[in-house]
């Protein structure tokens, strides 16, 4: 069991070093941030979506901008597009899985804003309808994918493919960007005193 433990522990390590040694994915992330920052600058509003665990990360960086990150400070215009479910049983049930996140985009994003999709696989349907919507009304399109990017990749305005085919690894590397990501929208929008 411990050789498991130390194995795993050794994996995510090692996912984490690929990004931090590619100057092209550092500069990605950054440009990501910079992109954040120029939508809520003009009032936009930050959409996240995914499935499963993705959903939870989804639902977790929505929260560090709309709640607060490292330090209290207005709040961000950040949401999860997953949070009612009454919203999604509905839609689900009336039009198809696949249409829950593109459906609601329709509804409550302007030209300028964001999507964030987060994919292991990179293959989400329900997120590559919402990447049409995106296109369609001037929507920016971040993803957060594994190592290959599938289908998110040609529909991405910034690709953040984390060089593995290993879905907790790529999940670990993605709160990490995520959370890099908040640290940078958050300190450029409200700077520190002193």
Known sequence: MNNRISESISQSIAAKQAILDDNDFMARIERAAE????SLRGGGKIHFCGNGGSAADA???AAELSGRFYYDRPPLNAEALHCNTSYLTAVG????????????LRGTAKRGDVLV???TSGN????????EVCKENGIHIISLTG????AMKENSEILLNVPST???RIQESHIMIGHI?????ESALFPKKG
């Not at 992109?35 to 120029?38: T, V």
């Not at 989400?124 to 990447?131: D, E, G, R």
């Not at 190592?147 to 599938?150: D, L, P, V």
């Not at 990501?181 to 929208?185: G, M, R, T």
């Open 124 to 131: 989400s349907k329900n997120i590559l309808k919402a990447y």
């Open 147 to 150: 190592m290959t990017g599938g």
């Open 181 to 185: 990501i908040c640290e940078l929208v």
């Open 59 to 61: 639902q977790h960086l």
């Open 35 to 38: 992109l954040i920052i120029e």
């Open 166 to 168: 290993d879905t907790p």
């Open 93 to 104: 049930n009336d039009y198809g899985y696949e249409y829950i996140f593109a459906r609601l």
């Open 117 to 119: 999709g987060i994919s």
